[in-house]
């Protein structure tokens, strides 16, 4: 798993020629490479090269990697290269099953075997809870085990596999050539050993190991990566007997070492490139995220970027649209959907070709119908989409469409087909997610709101740094988001009006749940013990030193046993006021994450900041991404720790407000800079001693413990109806 931050244009630039410059250097000469002659120990006869067949530049970088590196006799690695054609993710017509060779299904308590988290607390249940592995991983492993069943096939005793996106670090042929020499060494049978990472990772707090000489070393367990790696026929034999592969290969691998002979060089001598943009989807990354194993902003952003922009999609009403809106911001694209006009700066740049626009998709835009040939000729290297319905009759304006896009680059998509990604994504050029094609109801085309919004409306607020993400909008001094009219119906998610409020004298166990849980950036365990019901004062939210093994301290959490779609949202809260201590209100859901949040921090409780995390998907999309979301500071006017203030959320599908004892004091429309949450959530209140300084202070042991009160919860909003099979 390589969670490695991909390089900024100019920094591959500079990479690439580094990279190029390397081969004006003497090559490098290895005894381990070659046919073994009479009386000689074994060698590496054979070489194999994983690619793509639509990377052939990088076979071709690979080429002169091993044309720099002779074996004894002088002969370029090169001539002892076979390329292995790998298998394209992009090519899974249905979402893959589990076969004799794949099984996609695999766990957290798998992943932290190999890595464990020592920060994490993961429930039994998030612990058993199956993973589906991405179809990047899927094809990943499918290519490595073809790989393994030529050399078991073959009459070469040793095989070296690469990846197409690895380079030969400095020193790599004496480095091997003295590892090999020390396991020729200890050598007492046929095979000297299954298998020989050069390319690897070690977890983060270290690898279990055992040095079995100066230059070699046994893992136990604990190494990422199989982009470079000497594998033995006997190794070879052994693991297609262990198949099938269960997660990612390189997760699978580590749970074989128990009987595998595995052995690694001292140290990594064979690096992975990092201006070659990788292909490959985590399917762990949620999991890890949301027990808070994730503590690293970019490992825990998603840093897929699509190459072919811009996209334009038409197509007659109720003939998949939306959905195909939502799927191409699950591709990374920032979309535009569902709207009668473009607002007008937008409309402007596109139209002129200015680079500094806002989205690079555009779905059932009105005012696009009929600047087809318009933007044909401003973006030549466009990609086209039209949608198609049985049941949708296609009118003259359609029929134009299609006409003016006569020879364009075009994909039709069908709402009936079954391979919706396959389509889709062979058309973009990207890998698939590991999760359904979204099913939405068709939106219609909105119209914008006219006008702009006071600047007496709102509270002066100020922006800290935010998350870079395809789903958030960097600022902009003429960009105020898409400000639309709600299409009566438009969301297709059954819910139930409901109103309720409670003054908290007691736990209400219809609507409450106490949580008994943590995460990583939380310095504290949940307790229930940590919340007191007191008549006139509501509950008590209470953090405390105390050892808990896995924490130091304890605090409180309330969560709502329904989860509700849109509605106002309002809780009369006294927060704490020790630095370091969060105080919390907030709607959130996981699968995809979704979060509209109010905090105030106990360093600066005159303060509040409100934010917004949006992960795209339908109903259990593994998209949890997000790491500082898109937040907001308001400047309150008051004290929030001195007495107590009714603050609220007020949820809507196109707009987002957020009120202080009634006031309006932030709004946000939709992709300003986020687009706006649109499945259910859960409503949570809680108070916690953070890790983080930047967002609350460092925690201030001798003012502990400390309390949160809230007073009352009142809700009016839209229960989500939950089917009898969930």
């Not at 390329?83 to 589990?98: G, I, Q, T, W």
């Not at 922009?309 to 694209?333: E, H, N, Q, T």
């Not at 395809?470 to 001094?477: L, M, N």
């Not at 605090?555 to 809780?571: H, I, M, N, P, V």
Request: hydrophobic letters at 40%; glycine letters at 6%; proline letters at 6%.
């Amino acid at each position: 798993m390589n969670l490695s931050r991909p390089l900024l244009a100019p920094s591959k630039l500079l990479y690439g020629i580094a990279m190029r410059c390397r081969r004006l250097l003497p090559r490098q000469i290895s005894r381990t490479f070659g046919f073994s002659s009479p009386g000689e120990g074994p060698k590496i006869e054979r070489i194999y090269v994983i690619n793509l067949d639509r990377q052939p530049a990088r076979l071709a970088e690979m080429e002169q990697e091993l044309r720099h590196v002779l074996n004894w006799s002088g002969v370029e690695l090169w001539n002892l290269t076979e390329r292995s054609a790998a298998v394209d993710a992009n090519h899974f017509m249905l979402e893959p099953l589990k076969d004799a060779d794949i099984d996609p299904s695999y766990t957290l308590g798998e992943q932290l075997f190999v890595e464990p988290q020592p920060l994490a607390l993961p429930t039994r249940l998030e612990l058993n809870s199956p993973i589906q592995m991405s179809r990047p991983e899927i094809a990943v492993a499918r290519s490595h085990i073809n790989v393994w069943r030529q050399v078991a096939a073959s009459n070469h005793e040793y095989a070296l596999v690469l990846e197409d996106d690895v380079w030969f670090r400095s020193g790599f042929a004496s480095h091997l050539d003295q590892a090999w020499g020390e396991i020729e060494a200890k050598g007492d049978r046929k095979s000297n050993f299954d298998i020989l990472y050069l390319s690897y990772e070690e977890v983060k707090h270290g690898a279990p190991k055992t040095f079995l000489s100066s230059n070699v070393f046994r893992p136990l367990r604990g190494l990422w990566h199989l982009s470079g790696y000497v594998i033995s026929r006997e190794g070879a034999e052994k693991l297609l007997r262990l198949l099938p592969c269960r997660g990612p290969v390189d997760l699978w691998i580590n749970h074989q070492f128990k009987v595998l002979d595995v052995h690694a060089t001292r140290r990594s001598i064979i690096s992975q490139r990092r201006d070659f943009s990788s292909t490959n989807s985590y399917s762990i990354l949620p999991s890890l995220t949301k027990i808070g194993a994730i503590t690293s902003e970019g490992a825990s952003l998603f840093h897929v970027r699509p190459s072919e922009r811009p996209v334009f999609a038409f197509g007659p009403g109720s003939s998949g649209l939306s959905s195909l809106a939502m799927a191409l911001s699950m591709l990374g694209y920032r979309c535009c959907s569902d709207l009668q006009t473009l607002p007008s700066p937008e409309f402007e740049m596109l139209l002129t070709g200015r680079g500094d626009r806002v989205f690079d998709a555009y779905v059932n835009i009105g005012s696009l119908r009929g600047e087809v040939r318009a933007l044909r000729e401003r973006y030549p290297q466009a990609k086209f989409i039209v949608t198609t319905s049985k049941i949708e009759v296609t009118d003259e304006d359609d029929f134009k469409i299609l006409d003016d896009l006569n020879g364009a680059d075009i994909a039709v998509l069908h709402l009936e087909s079954f391979n919706k990604w396959q389509i889709v994504c062979e058309h973009l050029r990207s890998a698939p997610p590991a999760c359904a094609f979204p099913e939405f109801a068709d939106l219609g085309q909105r119209q914008l709101l006219c006008g702009t919004i006071e600047a007496d409306a709102v509270l002066n607020c100020e922006t800290p740094k935010r998350d870079k993400s395809p789903w958030v909008v960097e600022p902009r001094q003429w960009w105020q988001g898409i400000r639309s009219v709600p299409i009566e119906g438009g969301s297709p998610i059954t819910t139930a009006p409901v109103r309720a409020s409670d003054c908290l004298k007691f736990l209400d166990t219809r609507l409450w749940l106490l949580r008994n849980d943590t995460f990583t950036g939380n310095l504290a365990l949940f307790r229930p013990s940590n919340i007191e019901f007191r008549s006139g004062l509501g509950a008590a939210l209470n953090i405390k030193k105390e050892s808990l093994g896995v924490r130091e301290y304890s605090a409180a959490s309330l969560t709502s046993r329904d989860r509700y779609l849109f509605g106002r949202f309002e809780a009369t809260i006294k927060a704490s006021n020790v630095p370091g201590v969060v105080t919390g209100f907030f709607l959130h859901r996981d699968s995809p994450r979704q979060e509209i949040d109010i905090e105030i921090a106990g360093n600066r409780t005159d303060r509040l900041l409100v934010n917004v995390f949006y992960n795209p998907g339908d109903e259990g999309a593994k998209f949890d991404y997000g790491y500082r979301g898109a937040p907001s500071y308001i400047d309150l006017g008051f004290d929030a720790a001195e007495s107590y203030h009714r603050f609220a959320i007020e949820w809507g599908p196109c707009e987002i407000r957020w009120y202080v004892d009634n006031r309006l004091v932030h709004r946000r429309a939709d992709w300003e800079p986020t687009p706006i949450p649109h499945l259910p959530m859960a409503l949570h209140v809680n108070a916690w001693p953070s890790r983080s300084k930047e967002l609350a202070g460092r925690l201030t042991n001798r003012r502990l413990p400390t309390t949160t009160f809230i007073r009352s919860i009142t809700l009016e909003a839209n229960r989500h109806r939950r089917s009898l099979s969930l």
